[in-house]
């Protein structure tokens, strides 16, 4: 166990590396020269030349991919283009409201997308599974950004209950806090309750056809015990590893939200370092993102040594 | 008072070619302590009728009628959370597959120790205290290591005797064994069959063995009933049955049983005897004997007519027109 461990997290590091040099080209394979966005429309070819020289864009390719490369394993993701704060700095400011938004959304979403493919599993065929089910293919095709304007408006504007947009840190208390991710987080959640229900749904349906469940009902166990102790243990191989795939969407779904309800996160600082070519900033976040996505999977993988004693490593 | 009383279960199906009835007006009863077979072929509705005693059939589709008394209680009045308390506790039942049938993520002895603390009310030490035991009862060895095993670490005689083990560990009246040694290797079978034999002695429980295997009911059981295509065709003490089948099917059976020796002693070309046809499609309605399209002495009478089942010898029944009397038939 301990071996496989210490073999899964080598292996992650080819896969960091290699997006880090993906990360890295962007700057070569896409077009618009940040020096020349930064002098502004009046620069003469001089100006442009000095700051690319200045920003150390005249050197070569490989020489600027170790030396990025260096920083970022320090931590250093070098100095933003466009602010000249380093990007580490900006970074830190705008980190708690997306982790914040992801986690909310997670946790909002397992705990209504479990029970409710658990539910439709077992009472499969009836109202409620289509309803359900319904529920789930709505979530796949409504556009984040539409469910989040609707909901906006109604528990926003049209009931007050919630704040419209902004953020409200951690630090001014849990529960103002909670108010504020409240509906971005629900708005996020929507199709991931979706996926995971149907997974939820799917598995479950199968498991409750085994031979297991026969004998666990018929040594006098509740339905509930049932449900949830027999049969969903082991549905979860599947969900998890949903809920882990899920996270990219998670991600890209967060720099919409972000945008929607006005929440200073990460999603919101890559579309303005996009719009300005600041490359130090979209590097170090998509970097950051891929990292997240790598630990949360390899988590996964390692959860399912704890969920099915089968599966050894 | 019998312990479980049976009388005209009726176990429908609602299919799509119509109402399947798998299991139509069967009657039997067991005694406190004792050992009764049911044999026949797959699809005769052996397992559908243990299944309906415990009311573990999904229903819809299915639909069940008739009288279902445990001590007199008539079940089908007892509530989900009644039947709950039965199951596992009094009435427990054993099934075909021990390779599946025990949950891949839990240890034995977590499995066992829910249905005692769901019967008893022991807290978790109790229980697993008492999942020992029957593991012990059972004959698996170092049952203190084994307790914390998962179920994909034991072999199947190992699983099944958990699975026993289980059923055991309330002490139930009634233990149902559906197909208990299907699943396992010949010289395993003996072994749990010995075993049930031995426990049925030490515990007085009653057991309804439900099977396809003669040779397991000549082994264990004290009565047998014959059941073909949803029905009882025959019932009678084992020693009976055995020397003198009456009903054309259980001949059949009989006869569809290889003998050691039998190719070698003389007859080399005797291909083992079969009953022709296959078990009747149970979506159709008929008329007359369910057996007379297969029945080698099948008569006019038989087509129109239902022989219904009558007793030919005391203790002995059988729904044949042409069943012999009294007399025993000499089988030559």
């Given at each position: 166990m301990g071996s496989y461990i210490f073999r899964r997290?080598?292996?992650?590091?080819?896969?960091?590396?290699?997006?880090?040099?993906?990360?890295?080209?962007?700057?070569?394979?896409?077009?618009?020269?940040?020096?020349?966005?930064?002098?502004?429309?009046?620069?003469?070819?001089?100006?442009?030349?000095?700051?690319?020289?200045d920003l150390g864009l005249d050197r070569s390719f490989p020489v600027r991919f170790v030396e990025w490369s260096s920083g970022v394993l320090r931590g250093d993701f070098g100095v933003s283009i466009f602010t000249r704060l380093p990007v580490s700095t900006m970074i830190q400011q705008r980190v708690e409201p997306t982790l914040s938004l992801m986690v909310v959304t997670m946790v909002i979403a397992i705990t209504i997308a479990v029970p409710l493919g658990v539910l439709a599993a077992w009472k499969h065929g009836s109202l409620i599974d289509r309803a359900i089910m319904l529920f789930a293919v709505l979530g796949f095709s409504v556009p984040v950004f539409v469910i989040g304007y609707v909901l906006a408006w109604t528990f926003a504007l049209q009931l007050g209950w919630l704040p419209v947009q902004g953020y409200t840190p951690f630090s001014e208390g849990p529960w103002p806090w909670l108010r504020s991710l409240l509906l971005p987080s629900f708005t996020l959640a929507t199709f991931y309750i979706a996926i995971i229900a149907r997974i939820t749904r799917a598995t479950m349906l199968e498991i409750l056809q085994q031979d297991y469940i026969r004998t666990a009902r018929g040594k006098g166990a509740s339905e509930q015990a049932v449900l949830f102790v027999?049969?969903?243990?082991?549905?979860?191989?599947?969900?998890?590893?949903?809920?882990?795939?899920?996270?990219?969407l998670v991600i890209s779904g967060a720099v919409v939200i972000e945008?929607?309800?006005?929440?200073?996160?990460?999603?919101?600082?890559?579309?303005?370092?996009?719009?300005?070519?600041d490359y130090p900033v979209i590097q170090a976040v998509i970097l950051i993102f891929s990292f997240v996505y790598v630990i949360i999977n390899l988590l996964i993988d390692l959860s399912y040594t704890v969920i099915d004693p089968r599966i050894r490593y | 008072m019998k312990l479980l009383e049976v009388r005209d279960l009726q176990v429908h199906f609602e299919t799509d070619k119509g109402v399947n009835r798998a299991v139509d007006g069967l009657s039997f009863s067991i005694d406190t302590g004792?050992?009764?077979?049911?044999?026949?072929?797959?699809?005769?509705?052996?397992?559908?009728?243990?299944?309906?005693?415990?009311?573990?059939?999904?229903?819809?589709?299915?639909?069940?009628?008739?009288?279902?008394?445990?001590?007199?209680?008539?079940?089908?009045?007892?509530?989900?959370?009644?039947?709950?308390?039965?199951?596992?506790?009094?009435?427990?039942?054993?099934?075909?597959?021990?390779?599946?049938?025990?949950?891949?993520?839990?240890?034995?002895?977590?499995?066992?120790?829910?249905?005692?603390?769901?019967?008893t009310g022991a807290n978790t030490r109790a229980a697993r205290k008492r999942a020992i035991e029957v593991l012990i009862l059972v004959g698996i060895p170092s049952p203190e290591k084994r307790v914390d095993e998962y179920p994909h670490r034991l072999s199947g005689g190992m699983r099944q005797r958990a699975m026993i083990a289980m059923a055991l560990a309330c002490n139930p009246a009634l233990l149902i064994a559906d197909e208990p040694t299907t699943a396992l290797d010949v010289t395993i079978q003996a072994q749990i069959l010995d075993l049930l034999r031995d426990l049925r002695k030490r515990t007085n429980t009653a057991i309804l063995l439900i099977t396809h295997?003669?040779?397991?009911?000549?082994?264990?059981?004290?009565?047998?009933?014959?059941?073909?295509?949803?029905?009882?065709?025959?019932?009678?003490?084992?020693?009976?049955?055995?020397?003198?089948?009456?009903?054309?099917?259980t001949q059949g059976l009989m006869d569809a049983v290889p003998k050691l020796g039998q190719v070698r002693s003389g007859k080399m070309s005797k291909a083992l005897a079969e009953i022709p046809g296959r078990v009747p499609d149970l979506t159709q309605a008929f008329e007359g004997c369910v057996f007379a399209p297969r029945c080698p002495r099948a008569e006019d009478v038989c087509t129109h007519l239902d022989p219904g089942l009558e007793e030919k010898a005391d203790g002995h029944f059988a729904a044949c027109h042409f069943a012999p009397k009294e007399a025993a038939r000499d089988k030559a």
């Open positions: 997290i080598l292996a992650t590091i080819p896969v960091v590396l290699f997006v880090m040099l993906f990360v890295f080209s962007l700057l070569y394979i896409t077009p618009g020269d940040p020096a020349a966005i930064l002098a502004g429309d009046q620069a003469t070819q001089a100006e442009i030349e000095a700051i690319r020289i027999h049969a969903l243990r082991n549905a979860s191989v599947p969900i998890v590893t949903v809920i882990g795939i899920g996270i990219t945008s929607v309800f006005a929440l200073p996160g990460l999603g919101r600082l890559i579309v303005d370092s996009i719009l300005r070519r | 004792e050992a009764l077979a049911i044999v026949g072929e797959s699809g005769c509705g052996k397992s559908v009728t243990s299944m309906s005693v415990l009311r573990l059939l999904p229903t819809p589709p299915g639909k069940i009628a008739g009288d279902i008394r445990f001590r007199g209680e008539d079940l089908s009045t007892k509530s989900e959370r009644e039947m709950r308390r039965l199951r596992g506790g009094e009435i427990s039942m054993i099934f075909q597959e021990p390779m599946s049938s025990l949950n891949p993520v839990y240890t034995i002895g977590r499995q066992i120790s829910e249905a005692v603390r769901l019967h295997d003669l040779g397991v009911v000549a082994e264990f059981a004290e009565r047998v009933m014959v059941m073909y295509a949803g029905r009882k065709v025959e019932e009678a003490n084992v020693a009976d049955l055995f020397a003198h089948p009456r009903h054309p099917y």
